[in-house]
């Protein structure tokens, strides 16, 4: 198995270039099997997009890759996604909603992707049923049939997923469908853009999106929003190696609550209209309590990082998760570090700022809890090596490259 060998110490400098979002590429792709042709632009290549494209051409469709440009043609052949890859990805789910709702039958299979405790799928079988779908379970497969009719669907709990999978079914069901307490984060805005580039007719309103179905279809060409995780997780790796950094090809406006919180640590935030510049003075300070929560509010899927941040910043803070039960397996990882981090309860953590990381065999159990250890690597003193590394390039492009053309020493080895 492969791991990455991390020399730490080193103080990052540079411009990182920010790649396409992985969380607005996936959905996008999903729908883009149910339009007419599409180009996309700005597209990550990750093994969850390499994944995704696999299950595409298995539905029947073509697929052509250049560059980080993908061109999808054809018509859906096959209703059937392929289970081995849906084993592998959550977001596999989201092709519930668009072959649904335009080939009126899909089946699909219990959803893999990362461990962060119980992933249910009970709302998006939901959505479908309140759609008019018929659902039945034969093991893990799950049947799903019926010509989609538009309704008024309350959502019970905010979802990123949900939210989409009834936007990409919707638009080829009967009728206006309306969503209620919708999830909004910019990725789904991106997903609604791009539907709306190819001729459909999707509003969001706050916390309501509207979706009249229409039948013009169009050749689209659409530019995948960057990727506002990634680029945290760059701020993230500047913050604790008391660095600085210039990341492009960004939009700022995503990142409010984790601009806010880094210059309340103490960082110099600058921003321009799509880059951001971040330097750390040699003493950070933790803020006294983080809560994870949906979009604006701080991201689940950057508590790993911060974590690492605050292991070695001074101070102690409380992390409290709101969206998964079990966003934690990074902890024990960390503490082989040398990190002062107390699990108060499964999703609540004390961390205390100690001056300094060593190196140490770690193992990464999920992507952003990788990204995690590699940041604490690049901080901490002396060599780390970094295992399960699948991990981590599910949702970073070229994260070596990136991180050696800042300063940061890191390599792949093929051969442990
Ligand atoms: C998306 C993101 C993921 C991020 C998460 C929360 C993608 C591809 N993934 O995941 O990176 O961590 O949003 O910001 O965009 N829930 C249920 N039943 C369901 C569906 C969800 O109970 O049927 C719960 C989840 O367990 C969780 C909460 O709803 O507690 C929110 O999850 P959701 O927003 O659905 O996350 P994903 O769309 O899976």
Redesign the pocket.
Known sequence: MSCYVVKGGNRLSGEVNISGA???V??ILAAASIQNETTLKNVPFLS?VSNTLQIIRELGLNVVTENNTVNISGKVTNTIINKFLSQK???S??FLGAILGKCQEVTIFEPG??K????????????MEKLGAKITKKDDEIICKGKLKGTQINMP????????NIIMAAINAEGITIINNC?K?P?IDDLILYLNECGNNIERKNSTIIITPTKTKNYTTHCIIPDR?EAATFMAMAAATKGELFLKNLNPNHLNSILNLFQKMGCIIKTDIDKIYIETPYKIYSPPNIV?K??PNF???FQPQIMSVLSTSQGCCVIKE????S?NKHISELKKMGANIEIIDETTFEINGVDLLYGAEVTAKD??GGAALIISALSAEGESKINGIEHIIR?YENICTKIENIGGIIKLDKNR
């Open positions: 992985k969380n607005a996936l959905p969850d990805m959550r977001s789910i989201l992707g990362c962060l405790g119980e992933r249910p799928i009970d709302l998006h079988i939901w959505a709990i905010v979802s990123v997923g949900v939210t989409e999830a984060e990725e995780i994870t949906p979009y991201p689940t899927d709101t969206l998964f039960s966003r992507l952003r949702g």
